[in-house]
């Protein structure tokens, strides 16, 4: 029993790659694809949605969930300078 709970946890925190709340994730793309006022074409949207999963990916990579609130101005400049890079 002890080695069930002791593998469930190692990877539950070292193999498994660390997420935000989902809801946080949706609402962070939802922002990024969405914010064009103009009509854009599907592929256009699908690209953007790529563009915009890679920020995430990449600036979730230095910044803990838990830092979110007292860094939100960085979180959030570091996503888009990494949108352009994507």
Known sequence: ???????????????EEPRYPLEFEYELIDLC???SVR?????????????????LKTTTATFEYRDIDE????????????????
């Open 1 to 15: 029993m002890l080695g069930i709970i002791g593998t469930y946890k190692l990877d539950k925190h070292f193999i």
């Open 33 to 35: 694809v969405n914010s």
């Open 39 to 55: 009509k854009v074409t599907n592929s256009w949207h699908r690209d953007k949605t790529d563009i915009c999963l890679c920020a």
């Open 71 to 86: 860094r939100e101005s960085e979180f959030m400049n570091n996503f888009y300078a990494n949108a352009k890079k994507c």
